[in-house]
């Protein structure tokens, strides 16, 4: 990688609407995925001859079978009630990157070939033919969308730029021109069962060092169990907690509840992964299939309920779509639903009175919460709407005494992307991220200034690694950033109560 | 009969049928396209009458768009309320006895006029002044407000600079739904007024006028949020959704 040479957007007082200046992030885009990552996830190898007609086939069978393609392409009437609400134009200023401009590549395509006025009144409706130009557009700024959906909270007809951007992937994919960062990840997920490609014997050692770690830590032994058949609750985590800083104490975390509570649970080395990056390239046999595993490995385990680790569009993968791709789970307990966040299962453990939780523990910390994008907008907890704000916030109030929100219009529905979400988290696209997470940070800034705040939780994977790489550009300390569970983990007393 | 009136009765037989039918069409692919997924932008009502009221929030105070900007929101919401008075005020034209609630809310629908103007002259200046709006409007965009600005103005015109045969109009297109023709007055500003809403008509089905039943039908906010609670499947999702292994 060459040194990114780019200027880390500075934090002022107030967030501020930039002016649009035009193509300042033309130039972004991520490595090209090479064949072989290409086959691993059922696309063409490579750019295929006469792709123009095959991008614009696929499209029209996309929006023929996609309510939401078809109402959101021919829905907007470019009020600009999006254009200030990306994070990634905020901070960019490169008015692509607006909602609509960025839709409009795709709509553009889809009016020329499927709209009578784009068919015979093109300049009119700014229809576009499907030229290499316009392939080569696609490319650099569907990769600029993190799928957060913020864009949707804000429309007038609830378009999500998402949808657009998954569909756009996909039309790409099938022509052969994918992203290496999300197929090649993919493939793994098929072929070992999780992104990191951490074979089953791996993650075995590594979790019997997290045992003795514990256990030398607490003097407990904390179980972390694999493949543990007759096992109560399956865990499906993301790859990063089984090593990552700080996901490792979220994993942690999950343990010691798991422990104090006794529930006997697992982890299963088939089904290692709950991201399905599926989602972020619009594939939905890939979609089916990385999920497929997990209700293969349920039955397998002979478990009872199914529980997800901290992760944000997985939660969304798997709240909304696991009862749709690879229900009905009538062969788990109807007494739970399924699946089950980590977040929600501390919740019900902390009423129920079965948790100590000594909140002085963790002391050391002034916390603020992220509310990730994808559980906010395209997920929920517990049983009623925006439990997915509250259950997270009531388990971090009952680990630590001093907590402090961001500003309102940052958090909850509002919230501002971590700028690494939707296939975005990878290094050869850190000009991005970087300026994607200035709204974020700047408001992480407000609360940092007025409180005093040191730690930023969060229940994502990505939003954990994105931020730890990027908090430093902002001059803040990339161990800012930590797990909800990695407070739980501090603040519970183990084996206090049976 | 002269040429303008069988021109005029040929041009709204015309523009009602394309409005209809290609509304309905519209409506039918949009029923008809399945929604594979559940997307719902969170928080989401749980329930069904959770959804209505929701959609009721969306189409009557335009509660995203709200949230979202408060100067699109003003004149958004003031053209599109002026515009359903000044819609139903027209029933009068169409209609014989004048229903009561019609005659009723005809003093607010003759203002609603101005309100029309208002709303648009708001939004078409933010095309002009906002450089992210200026980006992504295209001509047609200018188009359609000029357009809609020009049937309020023409019909602002009527009501107080060179009035019409209102009874004679009525006349007429009692007429057109009767088939039985009467003549159109021939005053130049009328022409002009029914040209301009028959042009609307026709494009209504092939524009962005579509967001009209469109906001109906969007699946993040007519969804449902019980993912959980029930099995979702449509399209491609219900292709061997029995048949799972295990």
């Known amino acids: ?498 | 009969m002269s040429a303008v009136t069988v021109i005029y009765a040929l041009l709204f037989y015309t523009a009602t049928s394309i409005l209809v039918g290609g509304v309905a069409y519209k409506v039918f692919v949009y029923a008809r396209t399945p929604q594979p997924l559940k997307i719902p932008t969170t928080p989401a009502p749980t329930t069904r009458t959770g959804v209505v009221w929701r959609i009721l929030k969306e189409i009557t105070v335009f509660e995203s768009l709200f949230k979202s900007n408060k100067w699109i929101w003003l004149f958004g919401w003031v053209f599109h309320f002026a515009l359903l008075l000044v819609l139903l005020r027209h029933l009068r034209y169409f209609t014989e006895p004048v229903w009561t609630w019609v005659a009723l809310i005809q003093p607010f629908g003759i203002y609603a006029g101005f309100g029309m103007l208002i709303g648009l002259a708001g939004l078409w200046a933010r095309r002009f002044l906002v450089d992210r709006v200026r980006y992504i409007t295209n001509l047609s965009d200018h188009l359609m407000l000029a357009l809609l600005a020009g049937i309020a103005a023409s019909g602002l015109i009527m009501k107080y600079l060179t009035h019409t045969d209102i009874v004679a109009l009525k006349a007429f297109f009692l007429g057109l739904i009767l088939f039985e023709w009467q003549p159109l007055p021939t005053d130049f500003m009328l022409l002009v007024h029914l040209a301009l809403v028959a042009t609307l008509m026709i494009i209504f089905p092939i524009s962005k006028l579509l967001h009209a039943p469109g906001v109906f039908f969007s699946p993040t906010r007519n969804q449902i949020d019980n993912p959980r609670e029930r099995r979702h499947v449509a399209g491609w999702t219900a292709e061997n959704a029995g048949k799972q292994t295990g």
């Open chain 1, 1 to 498: 990688m060459a040194k990114a040479e780019f200027l880390t957007p500075e934090l002022t007082e107030y967030l501020t609407v930039p002016h649009v200046r035009a193509e300042t992030m033309a130039h972004s885009r991520p490595f090209v995925a090479k064949p072989e990552h290409q086959e691993s996830v059922g696309y063409p190898g490579e750019l295929m001859d006469g792709w123009e007609e095959k991008a614009v086939l696929k499209l029209g069978e996309l929006v023929r079978g996609s309510r939401a393609l078809q109402v959101f392409l021919d829905s907007c009437v470019k009020c600009g009630a999006c254009t200030d609400k990306c994070h990634y134009y905020l901070g960019t200023s490169d008015p692509k990157n607006m909602p609509v401009a960025r839709q409009d590549l795709l709509r553009s395509v889809y009016r020329r070939y499927y709209t009578f006025a784009g068919k015979y009144f093109p300049k009119l409706v700014g229809a576009r033919d499907m030229t290499k130009d316009v392939l080569d557009e696609w490319y650099s700024y569907f990769h600029q969308c993190s799928q957060c959906r913020r864009c949707s909270v804000y429309c007038p007809y609830g378009i999500d730029t998402a949808e657009i951007s998954m569909a756009a992937r996909d039309v790409m994919d099938a022509v052969g021109l994918g992203q290496k960062y999300s197929n090649e990840i993919i493939g793994k997920v098929h072929k070992i069962g999780n992104n990191l490609g951490l074979p089953g014997p791996a993650l075995k050692d590594t979790l019997e060092g997290l045992e003795e770690d514990v256990k030398e830590d607490t003097g407990v032994d904390v179980k972390f169990p694999v493949d543990e058949k007759g096992a109560e609750v399956l865990v499906i985590t993301p790859s990063a907690d089984f090593f990552a800083e700080p996901h490792i104490d979220g994993l942690i975390g999950y343990a010691k509840v798991f422990h104090q509570a006794g529930i006997s649970w697992t982890l299963s080395s088939y089904a290692s992964e709950a991201a399905n990056f599926s989602m972020f390239i619009g594939s939905r046999h890939n979609l089916k299939k990385a999920a497929m595993r997990i209700r293969e490995a349920a039955i397998d385990l002979g478990v009872k309920r199914i529980v997800v680790g901290e992760c944000g569009h997985a939660w969304r993968v798997a709240y909304s779509f696991w009862n749709t791709l690879i229900g009905p789970f009538d062969f788990l307990d109807p007494n739970y639903p399924v699946p089950q966040h980590i977040c929600e299962v501390t919740y019900d453990l902390i009423q129920r009175g079965a948790l100590t939780l000594d909140k002085e523990a963790n002391d050391d910390k002034v916390v603020t919460f992220h509310d990730s994008c994808n559980v906010s907008r395209a997920s929920r907890m517990g049983n009623m709407p925006g439990g997915q704000f509250i259950i997270p916030r009531a388990v971090i109030k009952a680990s630590v005494n001093k907590f402090h929100d961001m500003a309102p219009d940052t958090i909850y529905e509002g919230t501002f992307c971590c700028g690494g979400g939707g296939g975005l988290l990878t290094d050869d696209l850190i000009e991005l991220r970087v300026k994607g997470a200035m709204p974020r940070m700047q408001a992480l800034k407000q609360v940092v200034d007025e409180y005093g705040v040191n730690y930023m939780a969060a229940i994502c994977a990505i939003c954990k690694s994105q931020f730890t790489k990027v908090l430093p550009y902002y001059k803040f300390p990339m161990d800012m950033i930590g797990s909800v569970h990695g407070l739980v983990s501090t603040a519970i007393q183990l084996g206090t109560k049976q």
